[in-house]
């Protein structure tokens, strides 16, 4: 039986597990479906969560909670956006955040005009913002963000130390950055994910940065198995998914892989100890 069609065998070290959640709803969202231009709009800049959005945030939460999901991310990163923080710390934080712990908030209260409380970090993983994974860039004002310094009182506990500028010296008000250049940078970003050590990763991002990202992938497969793949994301929604390192771009070796032989001895196999003492001769 030839396994190899539509099947795929790979060292589990090789693999990663991420976790891909479009951010839930926000004002630009609205405005945009209501009036295409609007997100012409410096009105929308950095737009934040609709109480909608929080709402999806909580339902999300709840469902990585009962599923044991949110006890198995050994990592959360996050594009460095209001709409794309609030949403990873709302659903991957620990909670409402209470004075005297001796750990950052992951968001302090009512950030982002949320009217929340703020979220604790306590007994979380780590959160990093990173630019590769940031929507398209330029024009649309929803999708220019605040200086990192603006953040950090915002945002505590997230890790900005791999965002290189203060000011966002990416986002162009007359240029949009076109969608091959997204995908070459959603390429750039999951290779970037290999120099990380954690297997179990959380990407907290954009409709349009997953989408063009995503295109490259499945083209090998069922349709049905591309379509779940490529498909649009919807406000809040989640996708499991697995990457595969096919050409040693990490370096991991395996934590559960064992050797054998030990203690060292005789290890023939089977059929060539059958063939060396035959059925009826002397063992």
């Not at 209260?109 to 929340?116: C, P």
Request: a negative charge; aromatic letters at 8%; glycine letters at 6%.
């Amino acid at each position: 039986m030839d396994c190899s069609v539509g099947q795929g065998l790979y060292p589990l070290h090789r693999c990663k597990t991420i976790h891909l959640v479009r951010h839930a709803q926000g004002f630009h969202n609205v405005a945009g479906e209501k009036d295409h231009s609007a997100y012409l709009s410096p009105e929308l800049f950095d737009a934040q969560l609709t109480p909608l959005g929080w709402k999806q945030v909580d339902n999300l939460r709840k469902h990585v909670h009962s599923t044991g999901l949110s006890k198995r991310i050994e990592l959360v990163i996050c594009s460095p956006l209001l709409r794309t923080m609030q949403t990873a710390v709302g659903v991957f934080g620990a909670g409402s955040y209470k004075d005297g712990i001796d750990v950052p908030p992951l968001m302090t209260e009512n950030a982002g005009n949320s009217s929340r409380p703020a979220i604790s970090s306590l007994n979380c993983p780590p959160f990093i913002a990173v630019e590769l994974c940031r929507e398209h860039l330029g024009v649309h004002w929803c999708d220019k963000r605040r200086s990192v310094s603006e953040y950090t009182t915002l945002f505590p506990a997230i890790d900005f130390s791999l965002i290189e500028s203060d000011a966002d010296v990416l986002w162009e008000a007359d240029v949009r950055e076109p969608n091959d250049k997204v995908a070459a940078r959603g390429m750039e970003f999951l290779k970037w994910l290999w120099t990380r050590k954690e297997k179990e990763i959380a990407i907290v991002t954009h409709s349009g940065f997953l989408v063009h990202t995503l295109s490259a992938y499945g083209n090998d497969c069922h349709p049905s198995v591309k379509s779940e793949i490529c498909t649009p994301f919807s406000n809040c929604e989640l996708r499991s998914m697995v990457i595969v390192d096919r050409s040693m771009i990490g370096s991991d070796s395996s934590t559960t892989n064992y050797p054998g032989k030990i203690p060292s001895g005789t290890d023939v196999p089977s059929d060539d100890a059958s063939e060396e003492h035959p059925a009826g001769s002397a063992k």
